[in-house]
């Protein structure tokens, strides 16, 4: 999944390179609104991917004492970050330059260079956009796309995505502005088309924003990693009951579980020890990226009783507190 991820942001960051280029000497030859908010547009996806692969690199970072589950999270943070840029550089700057071209509108000259930069502005995209939504869909599986865009857990290639479908969304519009400015004779077209450009990115930053904040504060890990470990733990001769499962997701290949299991009350320790190696042992093999598995022994009732009080906000008192877990 890195790999895949790597790639994308790679084949993102090249085609921004070159289309915030030829953007930007566009713009110094026509006067462009639309066409200079376009390039600031491509400058900060180009930052964007920088970041995100800074991101990868420091998220792979092994494990250490200050962070035992690794580093995972350290993405999660740069992919918020990324939202933050889009929205206060990418929809700010072109807000602000279309309410400057409303004000003071100047007249577009040598509209036919906005016309072929935009156009190959929307090869390269087109390009990145094609290599990114393949990725997603083999990521996505049997997921809707919105349902996949809220429960994946690496923020890489669904960033790029949205980064990549918002630019192409703005070239359209810029394409537009241009042309009613040019047959209108009317240079507000091309600042009202920067305006939407903004508003564009505004949205698009909204719903990163709201995605990689949850992934940073912490979610649980998806719905079939927590069926499993039950599944896994419940199947063991050894188990009376699985009562439930906790997770946490410290990365896109990271996550940490508590599980809840009771018993048969005929086991000494040495075989309880057994059992909790067999259930470590089925749940890595179906989830490799569960790093830390603990498991308390506990009566169903019991269970019940905590995850009842966490759920209320209820504060476990020092009676009620658990022994530490046997593993």
């Not at 030829?22 to 180009?46: N, P, R, W, Y």
């Not at 920067?194 to 649980?220: D, F, M, N, P, Y």
């Not at 179906?286 to 506990?298: D, G, R, S, T």
């Amino acid at each position: 999944m890195a790999a895949s991820g790597h790639k994308v942001v790679l084949v993102a960051l090249a085609g921004n390179v070159a289309v915030a280029i030829t953007k930007f000497v566009a713009a110094g030859i026509t006067g462009s609104s639309a066409m200079l908010s376009e390039g600031v547009h491509s400058l900060v996806d180009c930052t964007n991917e920088l970041l995100m692969l800074y991101g990868m690199r420091r998220s792979q970072r092994a494990p250490d004492e200050a962070h035992p589950f690794g580093h995972g999270r350290e993405l999660y943070f740069w992919a918020f970050i990324v939202a933050l840029l889009v929205f206060a550089l990418g929809a700010g700057v072109s807000v602000y330059e279309g309410v400057h071209h409303l004000r003071h509108p100047e007249p577009m000259v040598r509209p036919s260079v906005n016309y072929l930069v935009l156009g190959a502005s929307i090869v390269f995209e087109g390009w990145s956009w094609i290599v990114a939504i393949r990725q997603f869909r083999r990521d996505k599986g049997a997921l809707g796309w919105f349902q996949a865009f809220r429960q994946s857990k690496d923020p890489t290639t669904f960033t790029v995505l949205f980064e990549d479908t918002a630019a192409l969304a703005g070239l359209v519009v810029a394409l537009v502005g241009v042309a009613l400015a040019q047959l209108t004779g009317n240079p507000t077209y091309d600042g009202a088309a920067s305006i939407v450009i903004g508003l564009i990115l505004a949205v698009t930053a909204g719903l990163l924003a709201r995605e990689t904040k949850a992934l940073l504060v912490g979610e649980s890990a998806g719905r079939l990693v927590r069926e499993d470990i039950l599944r896994i733990a419940g199947a063991d001769p050894d188990v009376r009951c699985a009562n439930g499962v906790i997770t946490q997701q410290f990365g896109p290949d990271t996550v940490v579980a508590a599980l809840s299991a009771d018993f048969h009350d005929h086991l000494d320790t040495p075989r309880i020890e057994q059992c909790i190696g067999r259930i470590e042992t089925g749940v890595q093999a179906a989830h490799p990226e569960v790093v830390a598995l603990f498991i308390k022994p506990q009566t169903a009732e019991t269970w019940r009783r905590r995850i009842s009080r966490l759920r209320d906000g209820v504060a476990v008192t020092r009676a009620d507190a658990a022994p530490p877990p046997l593993h």
